[in-house]
């Protein structure tokens, strides 16, 4: 009934072309790894849509004329094996990086099968590492040693299906012979014990860390010495970004005081040798005395840093200021940080990619609502960035224009939001406009340059928002924390706030104002219709979580009590069940007719969820679609082609609802 109601739309076919146009065209930017001495990159276009794994030099990749070599050939692959195979990534042994794990989806899954390949042959090593499907959290120790955390059998798994043992993998062993390093509980919550393993440019191993996870945000973090493990003095809620010349690179999450030492505040930078935070093993630590250049930086109110690159002599880190992009680097000396601000372009989004301790450099992505996605590279005490790639528009910017405006919640906090709207838009409410929000989980969403968006949306005189709620990390640590739990409610009332506002400025309209929300997003969207029905006429529920009562009861779903409470507490439950639109349902209202879609090989948020809703809604009698694709996975990426289909049925949907 939904296939017929949108790929029976005149519009289907054009959007889905137009869509799949952009997602296979041949002269997007290949997104590079560094890789040995050349560079890698997964490939994915209409003749290979499940892709392939190619290299070139970096000489080669700036060309205008890159010569590719493929490594390895996914669709011949899947056909070889009869199997839906997935890239989810490789995992390559430094210095060199001709071992690579190799882990493939089946669908799309987050389990993974892992395999051993060898770049230098181009073939499968022949006594190499297999691992079965999982959910794996892996490193190579050395050559011939793997540390893997994952399934060992009964009762080595958490309550929401990830692993809490560290083994140590040879080569030649099978599971059950790996040697035990470390050990977590049963009870923890969060995605699993992590081990991490830390290199210096050269590629010799400076620290071996695991990370276990107590909840979706606290952890407890363990270094491994001479194969015993030693905890380390550091805040539960931590982002760690690496190690180098013998010093932790970190963000607290929380105010922290180091033992002996000063306090600091959530969402600074810091670096600290890792000496003075592992504990030995009677349990004191060695107090710091002297080392006054701990802290490398302090965000502003309005700034939070987003990404960090360590580099063996400095750190490139990416900050958010007012949602916006800054890009700096970070140089020690002996009592201090002398910091570098590397130009880029004004109101845009600045993002890391992937950095090489060994060259001093990281790649560096930019890019805005209007303006298409530069690639770029920061090299070793450069002012600058050196362009390498920039992708063509995808669709014609120049009727629209990108706004800033601040929204008021309903405790008073001011909510930034943009608007890409036309130009010449008339303020009278007539404009069909999407909002889309996240609001979970420390993701930041800042300006982005969503190519499908534009074409099937803006090109067709639509205003598209991008609501930045409490929830994301846009402002630190803070600014996610303060809607955790209890305080839920006020990430959703900000999103009202968003859209009550628009309709205040005259930009769109009850009628003419559509949501789209994803995964978390979908906890957002489908609240918001329940709680809000009388703000939107359309809603794009994608992969979502409803039924918050019992989604602890749905795999990965205990992972996330961190962040919206535990069902199982009576007093938790209660605030839970006033917002879960499941339970929030009315037979007699007038909610908008919804869109839901979800995935049947999701295996981080169960289809279970968006299922229950739409057969709820059934047996209210309320008018809705619900589509669920068989393949792809909780992503939804794992194939342009369908992933065009995707794009073109929700924009179909979006258009039916607020532009007939």
């Known amino acids: 009934r939904s296939l017929a109601a949108l790929t029976g739309d005149?519009?289907?076919?054009?959007?889905?072309?137009?869509?799949?146009?952009?997602?296979?065209?041949?002269?997007?930017?290949?997104?590079?790894?560094?890789?040995?001495?050349?560079?890698?990159?997964?490939?994915?276009?209409?003749?290979?849509?499940?892709?392939?794994?190619?290299?070139?030099?970096?000489?080669?990749?700036?060309?205008?004329?890159?010569?590719?070599?493929?490594?390895?050939?996914?669709?011949?692959?899947?056909r070889a094996e009869g199997r839906d195979w997935v890239w989810k990534g490789a995992d390559c042994l430094a210095p060199d990086e001709t071992r690579c794990l190799i882990s493939l989806s089946d669908g799309g899954k987050d389990a993974v099968v892992v395999r051993e390949f060898d770049t230098s042959t181009g073939l499968w090593v022949e006594d190499g590492f297999i691992l079965p499907e999982g959910k794996h959290r892996l490193e190579w120790l050395d050559r011939d040693t793997l540390l893997v955390a994952t399934d060992f059998g009964p009762g080595t798994l958490t309550e929401s299906g990830y692993p809490f043992i560290v083994k140590s993998l040879k080569r030649g062993q099978t599971l059950a012979q790996a040697t035990e390093v470390y050990r977590g509980d049963i009870g923890d919550g969060g995605y699993g014990v992590s081990p991490m393993v830390f290199r210096d440019g050269a590629g010799a191993v400076e620290a071996v860390i695991i990370s276990r996870p107590l909840d979706t945000f606290r952890s407890e973090h363990w270094r491994l010495v001479n194969g015993r493990a030693l905890k380390l003095n550091l805040p539960s809620r931590v982002a760690v970004f690496g190690v180098t010349e013998g010093r932790l690179v970190f963000a607290p999450d929380e105010l922290w005081t180091a033992a002996g030492s000063s306090t600091y505040e959530a969402g600074s930078l810091l670096m600290m040798p890792i000496e003075t935070l592992t504990e030995r093993p009677?349990?004191?630590?060695?107090?710091?005395?002297?080392?006054?250049?701990?802290?490398?930086?302090?965000?502003?109110?309005?700034?939070?840093?987003?990404?960090?690159?360590?580099?063996?002599?400095?750190?490139?880190?990416?900050?958010?200021?007012?949602?916006?992009?800054?890009?700096?680097?970070?140089?020690?000396?002996?009592?201090?940080?002398?910091?570098?601000?590397?130009?880029?372009?004004?109101?845009?989004?600045?993002?890391?990619?992937?950095?090489?301790?060994?060259?001093?450099?990281?790649?560096v992505s930019t890019q805005g609502f209007l303006t298409p996605p530069t690639l770029s590279l920061a090299g070793r005490d450069a002012l600058s960035l050196t362009e390498?790639?920039?992708?063509?528009?995808?669709?014609?910017?120049?009727?629209?224009?990108?706004?800033?405006?601040?929204?008021?919640?309903?405790?008073?906090?001011?909510?930034?939001?943009?608007?890409?709207?036309?130009?010449?838009?008339?303020?009278?409410?007539?404009?069909?406009?999407?909002?889309?929000?996240?609001?979970?989980?420390?993701?930041?969403?800042?300006?982005?340059?969503?190519?499908?968006?534009?074409?099937?949306?803006?090109?067709?005189?639509?205003?598209?928002?991008?609501?930045?709620?409490?929830?994301?990390?846009?402002?630190?640590?803070?600014?996610h924390q303060s809607v955790l739990n209890e305080n839920r409610q006020l990430a959703f009332d900000d999103f009202a706030a968003v859209a009550a506002d628009l309709h205040r400025r005259g930009i769109t309209s009850p009628r003419r104002t559509g949501i789209y929300g994803r995964s978390n997003g979908g906890v957002l969207t489908s609240v918001a219709m329940t709680q809000h029905p009388e703000l939107f006429n359309a809603a794009v529920i994608e992969s979502p979580l409803i039924d918050m009562l019992r989604y602890?009861?749905?795999?990965?779903?205990?992972?996330?009590?961190?962040?919206?409470?535990?069902?199982?507490?009576?007093?938790?439950?209660?605030?839970?069940?006033?917002?879960?639109?499941?339970?929030?349902?009315?037979p007699g209202a007038d909610y908008a007719r919804v869109y839901?879609?979800?995935?049947?090989?999701?295996?981080?948020?169960?289809?279970?969820?968006?299922?229950?809703?739409?057969?709820?809604?059934?047996?209210?009698?309320?008018?809705?679609?619900?589509?669920?694709?068989?393949?792809?996975?909780?992503?939804?990426?794992?194939?342009?082609?369908?992933?065009?289909?995707?794009?073109?049925?929700?924009?179909?949907?979006?258009?039916?609802?607020?532009?007939?």
């Open 282 to 363: 009677d349990g004191s630590i060695v107090l710091m005395t002297y080392h006054l250049n701990v802290l490398v930086f302090d965000p502003a109110e309005d700034q939070s840093i987003q990404d960090v690159a360590v580099l063996d002599d400095q750190l490139v880190v990416a900050l958010s200021d007012n949602v916006v992009g800054r890009l700096m680097r970070f140089t020690p000396r002996r009592y201090m940080w002398d910091a570098t601000v590397i130009a880029t372009p004004d109101n845009l989004a600045v993002g890391l990619g992937d950095s090489s301790k060994s060259r001093g450099e990281v790649f």
């Open 552 to 586: 602890h009861e749905l795999p990965a779903g205990a992972s996330w009590i961190g962040e919206y409470g535990d069902p199982r507490i009576p007093e938790e439950a209660a605030w839970i069940a006033r917002y879960s639109a499941y339970q929030n349902l009315r």
């Open 388 to 479: 390498l790639r920039s992708a063509p528009a995808r669709f014609d910017a120049s009727t629209h224009v990108v706004e800033q405006f601040e929204a008021t919640s309903s405790d008073g906090t001011k909510i930034p939001y943009f608007v890409t709207r036309p130009r010449d838009l008339v303020m009278d409410g007539h404009a069909p406009t999407i909002i889309y929000g996240y609001g979970g989980f420390q993701v930041s969403k800042p300006p982005a340059y969503i190519a499908e968006m534009g074409k099937l949306w803006l090109e067709n005189g639509g205003v598209y928002v991008n609501a930045n709620i409490r929830g994301g990390g846009e402002f630190g640590p803070q600014w």
């Open 10 to 78: 005149p519009r289907y076919e054009t959007f889905r072309q137009q869509a799949e146009a952009i997602l296979t065209a041949t002269d997007r930017i290949p997104s590079p790894s560094f890789l040995g001495e050349g560079i890698g990159n997964f490939w994915q276009d209409a003749a290979n849509p499940k892709g392939i794994w190619r290299r070139t030099t970096l000489d080669s990749y700036r060309s205008t004329n890159t010569q590719w070599e493929t490594m390895l050939d996914i669709d011949a692959l899947a």
């Open 596 to 660: 839901i879609t979800t995935n049947t090989r999701d295996d981080r948020v169960h289809p279970g969820h968006a299922r229950k809703f739409a057969a709820r809604l059934t047996d209210m009698g309320h008018d809705h679609l619900y589509y669920e694709e068989t393949s792809g996975g909780h992503s939804n990426d794992a194939d342009p082609v369908a992933n065009a289909r995707r794009w073109a049925r929700h924009y179909v949907y979006l258009s039916q609802q607020l532009m007939d």
